[in-house]
């Protein structure tokens, strides 16, 4: 199979959770006023070390991975840690064995999400320049609750609908209608009545996470391991740092989540960088107003854009209304490979009044009857960190960060609204610590970055003294290594090579390398139609 085209299953895979901006937050708020299921969240050092059962490995049966020669296997890890000779659940996991004569070791990758499909990540060495990838073994994993991993969590598959309200709540209707639909998702996901996995709520957090690749690392027999996060997988990898510190031979974090906004406020934070970003895809449009049409300056393009919401509102088209328009705009803040597929759905949906490119935009990032991805999402983020109960805390915020960013504020708490009466009692995040693990860090993030933004990179690298932090300039795009940047992807190749990083600066506050970022795509040299980037996407 070609590149090109293990790029492209890549991308069906790990993008199929995204359609809104990451929720990050804040701790310390006050807890659900839901009936909570009891819980106190993972405790593995008051437990004993639960039994490993054996993965027996064979080819991948059918598809992508058996062309490749992936070997698949079943991880079986307790459902519960605390109980760890109790119930148990079986999690999918894939390798690509290294080829060289050379063995160093194995690297663990997670997409993000949470509730990211991994499974494919296996063939993530592929990407790695020269042939130091080769030395080592690859593992990619669909975490419990997800993909193929079995109990699968659903709540209600049809949740993601086009008959929707618009996000901005301008009526009393408006809110009481998405009030509404976002309290009864939590209940559905409490009752069990629309899916098997009602018993995971309990046990989605990320501390259970990295227990299941702790269990992953003892299966295989390897004293250490090197980890590879994009996303939220960059925060499992700071709890992975924090809990078992000698379990890690090296680090690669990529779109680096602050742990200490988990998991409330950053969804503010992430309103404000979407707003920035977004603003930089509408000014590219501008810069190319001979193909797409829609304004000759950024501040004019905005303009149209906000014309053809007001449109949608009144009439929408084939289903397609202000929401879905800004869902499908969204694509733009996370990638600007993007770019080309929503500049030509926003250009014929003007002239031609033909919205169809836009609800395909929309239909891939919420496929109806697959809401796996989002009950994950919500299940992990809703159940480890304190949210307001209150509903008029969530109100005041919103509206107070609209005024700043009224791109995707009240879709992006929409989004995470569920969690307000979440049936899973919260517990408070994991004081992250990355002062006694000792082996190499490596930070990546781009400028502007609005799915995690650059100061969580920042504030990572103060976190933990061994990390170097790398800047992609100026970039818009979320988690990028190995896109084919020489600058980044060599800095990960050396990494992977000896252990080595750049130069860590003594100046707090900034990058220890600049490297250029994933450049802007040109419409005259491609057609506007995407191939999904490959590797990491949240949602």
């Not at 994993?141 to 699968?152: A, E, F, L, T």
């Not at 960059?234 to 709890?239: G, L, P, R, W």
Request: proline fraction near 8%; include cysteine; charged fraction near 20%.
């Amino acid at each position: 199979m070609s590149t090109r085209s293990i790029r492209s299953v890549l991308a069906a895979a790990t993008c199929a959770v995204t359609t809104a901006a990451l929720a990050l937050g804040l701790g310390g708020l006050a807890p659900s006023s839901a009936t909570p299921a009891p819980s106190t969240g993972v405790n593995v050092k008051q437990a004993p070390e639960p039994p490993v059962v054996p993965i027996h490995w064979t080819r991948c049966a059918g598809g992508y991975l058996h062309d490749i020669g992936a070997q698949c296997g079943v991880l079986t890890v307790p459902l519960d840690y605390s109980d760890p000779t109790g119930r148990t659940i079986n999690l999918a996991v894939s390798r690509v064995k290294h080829t060289s004569k050379i063995f160093k070791g194995a690297v663990f990758t997670n997409p993000g999400g949470p509730g990211g499909s991994g499974l494919t990540l296996s063939v993530l060495g592929a990407y790695v320049p020269g042939k130091v990838a080769s030395r080592y073994d690859w593992y990619g994993m669909d975490p419990r609750g997800v993909g193929s991993s079995r109990p699968v969590l659903s709540c209600d598959p049809d949740y993601n609908t086009l008959d929707r309200k618009p996000y901005v709540p301008s009526s009393p209707a408006i809110l009481s209608w998405w009030r509404d639909k976002t309290d009864t998702y939590a209940a559905d996901c409490a009752s069990g009545e629309k899916g098997s996995g009602r018993k995971l709520l309990d046990h989605v957090r990320t501390t259970d996470n990295v227990e299941d690749y702790e269990m992953l690392r003892r299966a295989i027999g390897e004293e250490q391991i090197t980890f590879y996060g994009f996303s939220y997988g960059t925060y499992i990898a700071q709890v992975y740092a924090t809990e078992h510190p000698d379990s890690l031979k090296a680090i690669v974090m990529d779109g680096v989540v602050d742990p200490t906004r988990v998991w409330y406020q950053a969804n503010f934070d992430q309103d404000i960088a979407f707003q920035k970003t977004v603003r930089k895809f509408y000014a590219w449009l501008a810069d190319h107003k001979g193909t797409y049409r829609l304004g000759s300056t950024r501040a004019m393009v905005e303009k149209r854009i906000a014309a053809l919401r007001t449109r949608l509102t009144d009439k929408p088209i084939i289903g397609v209304g202000p929401d879905e328009l800004d869902d499908a705009i969204l694509y733009a803040g996370y990638y600007n490979l993007t770019w080309l597929q929503v500049g030509h759905a926003l250009d014929v949906l003007k002239h031609d009044g033909n919205a169809h490119p836009v609800k395909r935009i929309y239909r891939g990032g919420a496929p109806k009857g697959d809401d796996n991805g989002y009950a994950m999402y919500l299940g992990t983020i809703c159940s480890e960190a304190p949210w307001p109960s209150d509903w008029q805390t969530w109100a005041d915020d919103t509206w107070a960060v609209h005024d700043q960013a009224p791109f995707y504020a009240w879709g992006n708490t929409w989004f995470n609204a569920p969690c307000r009466t979440w049936p899973v009692a919260s517990t408070d995040p994991v004081d992250v610590d990355g002062s006694e693990y000792t082996g190499p860090v490596l930070l990546l993030n781009e400028t502007y970055d609005a799915a995690t933004p650059f100061s969580g990179a920042l504030q990572v690298r103060q976190l933990f003294p061994t990390a170097s932090l790398v800047e992609g300039v100026g970039g818009t795009s979320h988690a990028v290594s190995l896109y084919g940047v020489a600058c980044t992807d060599d800095t990960v190749k050396n990494l992977l090579k000896d252990g080595s990083l750049p130069p860590r600066s003594e100046q707090d506050g900034v990058a220890d390398k600049k490297c250029p970022p994933l450049a802007p795509p040109n419409p005259r040299q491609a057609r506007p139609v995407i191939e999904r980037p490959g590797l990491p996407l949240f949602r």
